[in-house]
């Protein structure tokens, strides 16, 4: 079950004993005000890093946001649920007190108010403080704010606006509620929701304000990390596609494409590029990247002490390995290994092989004390030696297992062995994947997560446990290449279309990308890899087959199915959760997530602007 971590904390208590006050203690000394603050450039930096580590809030990347709410919405992973709000994003049945919608709303809205803190305080360090030279560094300052801020809204608006609501009517027309100033008042926290169509221009300006503030400037060294005027350019080209303008779409990536200087990775980088290996960081793909140091403290991320744990998401998607005795009953997790793969992905990137048996361990040595190197019972060898057939000679998806460990067939390490610097592969050490603890399932596959999770350490080991060490990409080339296709099919240019489609599929398959491969789409509707599934979707669908497949548990495909309105086909396609526990549906008030209760109820202004259905 799941692990709670709980934070105590201690009100501070101050005993006025008849002592006077000193002026300086009359208000908080542990704030500040932008009338005098910040005076110098270093403090204007330091005004914007809360823009940033808005991010790595819990309730976004640094823990719920992906393992929890999309991985369940989208049937990645499969598991029981382990709170409310959690059930309902296995169930795609979302409430108006879904706890995962508050805190994405709140986060975004708190990244929002941090952005504009940045503006206006640059304004205040321009009128008064700044130095001769100075406004090219301020300028590179409010870039980014104004790209952190474009990002922000658009994920809100992805998420809570109404532009994927089926059959809307007339007054289905809303979007977001824009800030674009810091509040002054309570009645000025009092705001509705703009149109759709202005929630897109806000996102639309800012991003293509970010782009031109930040023109040339190349971010090295401690600065990589930074927003750069090719992540504001490649969100913005997301934007256009996402508000169906395709033709403005269409010019912006491609300008991306051409001139950012980016080119998608080798397979052989792009196979281990979400598994924390630190010399994959800020690659050749990469265009805004959010960093997540590995450590060594056994630190519980952003629920804990060390400075470099920064994100747990690995802590739900921690792969199972053999028990001690070589055995799936006595199997051990690197964290909590609350989810595994749904077995209906397994299915979905081409794996046919079905499931696997066990068998005695012809060379088990009974006067050996059992273990993973000395099992009484192993997989099958037939079986085995199929499965890795399938995987040399590529009858299924070569992503497939970017994506997933394989029981029995894959490795991954309980402890690290000493001296085992993370960041780094270890030479020793590895231990045979495993299902989840308990009696063998002979009728589930459970692989386990490979993309964004541990696979060298156990995050409870102290020390020598990290939280989490895999980069998050907010945006990389593949998905710029795979947006451009699609604006290039719905502008009636079907040939390059199918020729960046086939791009992004060549390199999974260690294709070169710019020559026709033997595993090319020969038109936008020949089979997928999910043919052979019989998903009816997804099967003859090369567009949505390659933003599935190629940004497998990356967070994009939950927007691709509201959009194309997949959560009903989907639902049918994946059939149950809890591990076949409970049958799925969909309920299409999820296309917009609820504008949470505690707005509507603080807020007046949107009191009667909830989403439909909720």
């Known amino acids: 079950m799941l692990k709670k971590i709980l934070l105590f904390i201690l009100p501070a208590i101050i005993l006025a004993t008849g002592c006077s006050k000193s002026p300086s203690l009359v208000q908080p000394t542990n704030e ?20 940033y580590s808005a991010m790595r809030d819990a309730n976004l990347y640094g823990f719920e946001y992906l393992p929890e709410a999309m991985a369940s919405l989208t049937h990645t992973g499969d598991d029981n649920g382990y709170n409310a709000g959690w059930t309902e994003m296995l169930q795609t049945d979302i409430s108006s007190t879904n706890s995962y919608c508050l805190g994405a709303w709140q986060v975004c809205y708190a990244g929002i108010k941090n952005c504009n803190t940045v503006l206006q305080a640059s304004t205040v360090y321009m009128a008064n403080y700044a130095q001769p030279g100075d406004a090219a560094t301020v300028a590179l300052i409010n870039g980014q704010a104004y790209c952190l801020r474009g990002y922000y809204y658009l994920l809100l608006e992805s998420l809570f606006g109404e532009d994927n609501i089926v059959n809307p009517s007339a007054t289905d027309t809303l979007g977001i509620i824009i800030d674009t100033t810091l509040p002054t008042s309570l009645a000025t926290t009092q705001k509705g929701r703009s149109s759709i169509k202005n929630s897109w221009a806000q996102v639309v300006s800012d991003l293509t304000t970010a782009a031109t503030l930040l023109h040339g400037q190349v971010w090295t060294g401690n600065d990589e990390g930074r927003a ?12 256009y596609v996402y508000m169906k303008d395709f033709t403005d779409a269409k010019t912006t990536l491609l300008d991306v494409i051409t001139n950012s200087g980016k080119s998608l990775m080798s397979f052989a980088q792009y196979d281990q590029a979400f598994t924390g290996i630190t010399v994959n960081k800020y690659n050749s793909e990469s265009l805004f990247e959010l960093n997540i140091d590995p450590n060594s403290f056994g630190d519980y991320g952003v629920y ?18 053999l028990g001690s005795d ?11 290994g609350n989810e595994t793969i749904h077995d209906a992905n397994i299915i979905r990137f081409g794996f046919t092989l079905g499931y696997y048996n066990l068998v005695a361990n012809p060379n088990y040595n009974s006067a050996k004390p059992a273990s993973p190197t000395n099992a009484a019972m192993i997989m099958d060898p037939v079986y085995h030696a199929n499965s890795l057939a399938a995987r040399t000679n590529q009858t299924a998806d070569p992503r497939l297992y970017v994506s997933c460990l394989q029981p029995w067939v894959d490795s991954a390490i309980n402890t690290p062995p000493a001296g085992y610097v993370p960041g780094t592969v270890p030479t020793t050490g590895y231990i045979p994947v495993s299902k989840q603890a308990g009696a063998f399932k ?13 696979l060298y350490c156990n995050i409870n080991d102290v020390p020598g446990g990290q939280a989490d060490g895999a980069d998050i990409y907010l945006l990389r080339l593949a ?9 290039c099919i719905n502008t009636n240019d079907n040939v390059d279309g199918l020729a960046y489609l086939n791009m992004v599929k060549r390199r999974a398959y260690g294709y070169p990308i710019a020559s026709p491969s033997p595993v090319d789409y020969a038109s936008l509707t020949s089979p997928t890899a999910a043919a052979a599934s019989g998903d009816p979707v997804l099967g003859n669908n090369p567009l949505y087959y390659e933003r599935w497949a190629e940004l497998f548990n990356e967070g994009t495909w939950w927007t691709d199915v509201c959009r194309w309105h997949l959560g009903v086909s989907e639902a049918a396609f994946y059939k149950t959760y809890n591990y076949g526990g409970n049958t799925l549906t969909f309920n299409p008030r999820c296309y917009a997530w609820p504008i949470p209760m505690t707005e509507i109820n603080a807020n007046a202004k949107v009191a009667n602007e909830q989403n439909p259905g909720y």
Do not use: C, H, M
């Open 228 to 239: 750069s005027e090719w992540a504001a350019k490649g969100l913005l080209g997301k934007a």
């Open 442 to 454: 002979s009728n589930q596959y459970q692989w386990s997560f490979r993309k964004y999770a541990p």
């Open 304 to 321: 804990g002490g060390a400075p470099n744990s920064t994100s747990i998401n690995g802590l739900i998607w921690s792969p199972w390995v």
């Open 32 to 51: 500040y005000a932008l009338t005098n603050y910040p005076n110098t450039i270093a403090g204007l930096q330091s005004v914007l890093v809360p823009a």
């Open 326 to 336: 070589g055995s799936e009953v006595d199997a051990a997790t690197l964290g909590y």
């Open 479 to 487: 998905d710029v290449y795979l947006l451009y296709a699609e604006a």
